[in-house]
T-cell receptor, first 113, second 117 residues
Framework: DSGVTQTPKHLITATGQRVTLRCSPR?????VYWYQQSLDQGLQFLIQ???????AKGNILERFSAQQFPDLHSELNLSSLELGDSALYFC????????????FGDGTRLSIL | AQKVTQAQTEISVVEKEDVTLDCVYE???????LFWYKQPPSGELVFLIR??????QNEISGRYSWNFQKSTSSFNFTITASQVVDSAVYFC??????????????FGQGTTLQVKP
């Protein structure tokens, strides 16, 4: 158990819909990261937050947005969903934004029908 | 640009064999970190090791060992006396220290290891 909690574990929805994925980091971790794992793109970094502020941005679509709340949990919002958004979405956390390893949650598997 | 290459897509071995997973990386950063993660069939990503660019000592942890060679930009992972429970996808990852990519992990495509009984 990494200590990173992601909900829900599975999500099935339709094209055009909007979903919210939730992540609670390990106790004491200030930095949260979101990654997308798909068959064609592999594991891709989406976005990073540190202590509530956006720290780094990767290949995140404009239809996607994220935030980190004062209690340090984070949400990833995906809107106008397309079939290609079907993937495993991971949240990871670390103590600081640079030096410490990232520990990953179990992921949320998103299926778009 | 930063890149991680895991040339071996799939490896199949018989239990008790030793197996080495290759990882080659590219970065212009002088300070960087390398990682290995394991993704078992259940899907979670499990952290195995972190190595910074200034530490070229090899590391051993039980049946696992890592060989970091800066001269060849490689960070290979060896499992000694493999077991069925080692069957998983293994990812090598790179994190630079440049301000533009702080925190971002660049992953290789992964190597699927199948250990047969």
């Amino acid at each position: 158990d990494s200590g990173v909690t992601q909900t829900p574990k599975h999500l099935i929805t339709a094209t055009g819909q909007r979903v919210t994925l939730r992540c609670s980091p390990r106790s004491g971790d200030l930095s949260v990261y979101w990654y997308q794992q798909s068959l064609d793109q592999g594991l891709q970094f989406l976005i990073q937050y540190y202590n509530g502020e956006e720290r780094a941005k990767g290949n995140i679509l404009e239809r996607f947005s994220a935030q980190q709340f004062p209690d340090l949990h984070s949400e990833l919002n995906l809107s106008s969903l397309e079939l290609g958004d079907s993937a495993l979405y991971f949240c990871a956390s670390s103590v600081d934004p640079e030096n410490q390893p990232q520990h990953f949650g179990d992921g949320t598997r998103l299926s778009i029908l | 640009a930063q890149k991680v290459t895991q040339a071996q897509t799939e490896i199949s071995v018989v239990e008790k064999e030793d197996v080495t997973l290759d990882c080659v990386y590219e970065t212009r950063d002088t300070t960087y970190y390398l990682f290995w993660y394991k993704q078992p069939p259940s899907g979670e990503l499990v952290f195995l090791i972190r190595r910074n660019s200034f530490d070229e000592q090899n590391e051993i942890s039980g049946r696992y060992s890592w060989n970091f060679q800066k001269s060849t930009s490689s960070f290979n992972f060896t499992i000694t006396a493999s077991q069925v429970v080692d069957s998983a996808v293994y990812f090598c990852a790179l994190r630079g220290r440049g301000s533009s990519n702080t925190g971002k992990l660049i992953f290789g495509q992964g190597t699927t290891l199948q250990v047969k009984p």
